[in-house]
C-alpha cells in the first residue's frame, strides 16, 4: 500500500509530464548543454531568495523520474545551496545512451509546479562547445583568462560569454557602454574564444557559461580573499 508521499509524489509525476508535453510542443529551449562521454558535469538551478524552503526537484524526461535535493547516488547529486539561492545538479560518468534528453529544475509553490530551468544535455565524444576546467578561481582584484572551445561546425555562430544568475551576456564582436568594460572575450576565429576578466570583485563569484549558438558548458568561478585558493579550485572535470 503506498504511503500519502509516494500517492502524492506519484499523482504530481503524471500532472507535472502531462502538463509539461503540453508547454514543450509550443515551445523550443535553447539550453543545449553539450558535455564528453565519460565525464561529469554540474548544472546550476538559480531560485528566487524567498523560495528557500520550498521543495526542490530534479526531473529526467527519460525516465519520468525525479529526484528531490539534498540526494547523493553513485552518479547523480542534487544538492541546495540556500545561502547562494541555488540548488546544483551533478551528474557523473557520462553515457550518451543513458543521460542524452531533456531536463528541469523545478519548485513546488503552493502546490503547483514550477519550472525554473530546462536543458537538453547532449553526451558527445567531442563537444561542441567544451571548457578544459569547469571550475575557475582567482584573488580579488586579479584577473583571470577562460577559454571556451568550439567545433568546426560553430565556427561562424554567435559566441557569448553569459551569467546564470540574471542571463547577461558579454558578445564576441558586439560592444555595448552599459556593460562592464572589465570583461572582454575575444575570438581566435578557428576553434576557441578567450573570456578575461579583470579587476575581479568578490561579487562576481558564481556561474557562468560559454555558449556557441544554442549550445553551452557551465563555468563556476569563485573569488576570494583568502590566500591558499587550492580546496576552492577543485576541478569537476
Given at each position: 500500500?503506498?504511503?500519502?508521499?509516494?500517492?502524492?509524489?506519484?499523482?504530481?509525476?503524471?500532472?507535472?509530464?502531462?502538463?509539461?508535453?503540453?508547454?514543450?510542443?509550443?515551445?523550443?529551449?535553447?539550453?543545449?548543454?553539450?558535455?564528453?562521454?565519460?565525464?561529469?558535469?554540474?548544472?546550476?538551478?538559480?531560485?528566487?531568495?524567498?523560495?528557500?524552503?520550498?521543495?526542490k526537484?530534479?526531473?529526467?524526461?527519460?525516465?519520468?523520474?525525479?529526484?528531490?535535493?539534498?540526494?547523493?547516488?553513485?552518479?547523480?547529486?542534487?544538492?541546495?545551496?540556500?545561502?547562494?539561492?541555488?540548488f546544483?545538479?551533478?551528474?557523473?560518468?557520462?553515457?550518451?545512451?543513458?543521460?542524452?534528453?531533456?531536463?528541469?529544475?523545478?519548485?513546488?509553490?503552493?502546490?503547483?509546479?514550477?519550472?525554473?530551468?530546462?536543458?537538453?544535455?547532449d553526451?558527445?565524444?567531442?563537444?561542441?562547445?567544451?571548457v578544459?576546467?569547469?571550475?575557475?578561481?582567482?584573488?580579488?582584484?586579479?584577473?583571470?583568462?577562460?577559454?571556451?572551445?568550439?567545433?568546426?561546425?560553430?565556427?561562424?555562430?554567435?559566441?557569448?560569454?553569459?551569467?546564470?544568475?540574471d542571463?547577461?551576456?558579454?558578445t564576441?564582436?558586439?560592444?555595448?557602454?552599459?556593460?562592464?568594460?572589465?570583461?572582454?572575450?575575444?575570438?581566435?576565429?578557428?576553434?576557441?574564444?578567450?573570456?578575461?576578466?579583470?579587476?575581479?570583485?568578490?561579487?562576481?563569484?558564481?556561474?557562468?557559461?560559454?555558449?556557441?549558438?544554442?549550445?553551452?558548458?557551465?563555468?563556476?568561478?569563485?573569488?576570494?580573499?583568502?590566500?591558499?585558493?587550492?580546496?576552492?579550485?577543485?576541478?569537476?572535470?
Open positions: 500500500m503506498l504511503t500519502y508521499e509516494k500517492k502524492e509524489m506519484f499523482y504530481f509525476l503524471i500532472w507535472f509530464w502531462l502538463i509539461l508535453g503540453v508547454e514543450r510542443c509550443s515551445s523550443v529551449s535553447y539550453n543545449r548543454l553539450t558535455v564528453k562521454t565519460g565525464g561529469s558535469v554540474t548544472i546550476p538551478c538559480h531560485y528566487d531568495e524567498k523560495y528557500t524552503q520550498q521543495k526537484y530534479w526531473y529526467s524526461e527519460n525516465n519520468k523520474s525525479s529526484t528531490y535535493t539534498n540526494t547523493t547516488e553513485e552518479n547523480l547529486s542534487v544538492i541546495d545551496h540556500p545561502d547562494q539561492s541555488l546544483t545538479v551533478t551528474i557523473r560518468n557520462l553515457q550518451s545512451t543513458k543521460h542524452d534528453g531533456s531536463y528541469y529544475c523545478a519548485l513546488k509553490i503552493e502546490g503547483k509546479l514550477t519550472v525554473i530551468y530546462d536543458i537538453y544535455l553526451v558527445l565524444s567531442a563537444p561542441d562547445v567544451s578544459v576546467n569547469s571550475s575557475v578561481c582567482g584573488h580579488e582584484g586579479d584577473d583571470i583568462s577562460v577559454q571556451c572551445f568550439y567545433t568546426l561546425g560553430y565556427k561562424n555562430k554567435l559566441k557569448q560569454w553569459c551569467r546564470y544568475k542571463q547577461s551576456c558579454y564576441v564582436g558586439r560592444t555595448n557602454t552599459s556593460q562592464n568594460s572589465s570583461v572582454q572575450i575575444s575570438d581566435d576565429g578557428r576553434r576557441s574564444f578567450t573570456v578575461l576578466m579583470t579587476g575581479l570583485r568578490l561579487t562576481d563569484s558564481g556561474w557562468y557559461y560559454c555558449s556557441v549558438g544554442e549550445a553551452l558548458n557551465p563555468i563556476q568561478l569563485t573569488v576570494s580573499k583568502v590566500l591558499h585558493m587550492e580546496r576552492f579550485c577543485l576541478s569537476q572535470n
